[in-house]
């Protein structure tokens, strides 16, 4: 599905962004991987660059300085129309705002905070740059999950904070939530009990849209990243879990036919 660049209704996911430490070599591996170029800007918050799939902007790529060791992985950042309220709220309801609100020269507003379960996530109100201009198409983001615990300790507080009204997915198997905003589907949390990564901790997880997970899978590798979860059949299409070679993990998806 491809979409216009449009001022997206609050709680809905409006970016992907990744902080690494080698730049370079990171545009490298997702410019062969997804066919990205790349246009530097904004450089208030430092280097950064900003995704482009044939010309229509997907994600951003930003360098952290030498001295910050931060986990490296993909997170997602979330519409408001008010990132000092959303901030503020955030707070309120058990989690944390490690950065911001602050502006990003003419392009938006923002904030990096992470919910009581300590999963991160940005809040983007656009001035300029309304966020990503395309997805759900090979090289573009296909959907976000929010993977965790149990979805009671984290489906309160992303209710209250962002507005989500929530639909269950009736399995005896799975504990999953979808997330919704207007009616429309935008994200799910999936609980997945002790079978969550000790060294993560709940995390969120950006799923890019290719032709084929296994084709794809392969590249990973032969770029210097390697497979975290084989490709298999689920929900959302034929999946794979990987790293790129710093270390960010996402997955890969090939969607059923629509």
């Known amino acids: 599905m491809t979409e216009a660049a449009a001022r997206r209704a609050p709680g809905t996911p409006c970016w992907v962004s990744l902080m690494v430490h080698d730049m370079a070599a990171t545009q490298e591996f997702y410019g062969a991987l997804f066919g990205w170029e790349f246009r530097p800007g904004p450089q208030q918050l430092g280097p950064y660059a900003r995704a482009l799939l044939d010309g229509r902007e997907v994600a951003g790529i930003g360098e952290l300085p030498p001295d910050r060791h931060l986990?490296?992985?993909w997170t997602p950042y979330l519409a408001s129309d008010d990132v000092d309220g959303t901030a503020a709220s955030v707070r309120?309801?058990?989690g944390t705002v490690g950065v911001g609100p602050l502006d990003a020269g003419e392009a938006g507003r923002m904030a990096i905070g992470s919910d009581p379960s300590g999963a991160v996530f940005g809040i983007w109100q656009a001035a300029e740059h309304?966020?990503?201009?395309?997805t759900g198409v090979p090289g573009a983001v296909a959907w976000n999950e929010l993977v965790t615990r149990d979805t009671s300790s984290v489906s309160k507080f992303y209710q209250s904070v962002f507005g989500y009204t929530e639909e269950a997915v009736v399995s005896a198997?799975?504990?999953c939530l979808t997330l919704l905003v207007e009616g429309r589907p935008v994200a799910s949390v999936q609980g997945v009990g002790h079978a969550l990564p000790r060294h993560r901790g709940s995390h969120w997880m950006t799923y890019f849209e290719v032709?084929?997970?296994?084709e794809a899978v392969e590249r990973v590798a032969d770029l210097g990243g390697h497979t975290v979860t084989a490709a298999r059949n689920g929900s959302l299409g034929r999946v794979a879990r990987v790293a790129d070679p710093e270390g960010a993990e996402f997955a890969l998806v090939?969607?059923?036919?629509?």
């Open 211 to 214: 032709s084929n997970v296994d």
């Open 130 to 134: 309304l966020g990503m201009t395309v």
């Open 254 to 258: 090939t969607s059923p036919p629509s």
């Open 173 to 175: 198997d799975f504990d």
């Open 92 to 94: 309120q309801c058990g």
């Open 71 to 73: 986990p490296i992985a």
